[in-house]
């Protein structure tokens, strides 16, 4: 086993080393230290980017989380628009009303259905800008992935180069 390994007899002590040592054994020990060398790019490559994925993938659920907090503000937002709007609602026709104004027809009626209008449309608008922010927070998510998914992908290239170089370098 030896002998295959450091390329002299193992037999002879002066002989082994020379073969460990020296230029004319299978493994010397330049070869060995730059097969150690090339072990340890590859490991540190395939590390890092098991790394980056993993840190892509937790920046990824951070903005999944965002996203889902960002719809739950959002309908709690138009819902209060949407009561906020209907309490002025009360109160235009209650100080109509107090006025002895008929509300069922012209002005009343109008300003009645402006209002409506208006606050539903405030209250769609704030449905919209979250519906727009929650897309960004997905992309953004889709995005961290991919990059954590990449990043792991070129790791093997890297890996894979550095064996190829290591290769060259130990064998010629």
């Not at 150690?36 to 790394?51: D, K, N, Y």
């Not at 100080?95 to 300003?111: E, P």
């Not at 790791?155 to 290591?166: D, E, I, M, P, Q």
């Amino acid at each position: 086993m030896e002998a295959a390994l450091f390329g002299a007899a193992a037999s002879g002590g002066a002989a082994a080393t020379a073969g460990l040592i020296g230029t004319g054994g299978a493994f010397s020990m330049g070869t060995m230290l730059s097969s150690i060398g090339t072990l340890s790019s590859v490991m540190g490559a395939i590390g890092g980017g098991r790394a980056a994925n993993q840190a892509a993938q937790m920046q990824a659920d951070i903005y999944a989380r965002q996203a889902a907090r960002e719809r739950e503000m959002g309908a709690l937002s138009a819902k209060r628009l949407r009561a906020q709007n209907e309490q002025v609602a009360a109160t235009q026709r209650a100080l109509l009303a107090s006025g002895g104004r008929d509300m069922s027809t012209g002005s009343a009626l109008l300003i009645q259905e402006d209002l409506a209008e208006e606050g539903e449309f405030n209250a769609l608008l704030a449905e919209n800008n979250t519906d727009a922010a929650i897309s960004s927070l997905r992309a953004q998510e889709v995005m961290e992935r991919a990059k954590g998914r990449n990043a792991q992908t070129a790791s093997y290239f890297r890996a894979g180069s550095a064996l190829l170089k290591g290769g060259k370098v130990a064998f010629g």
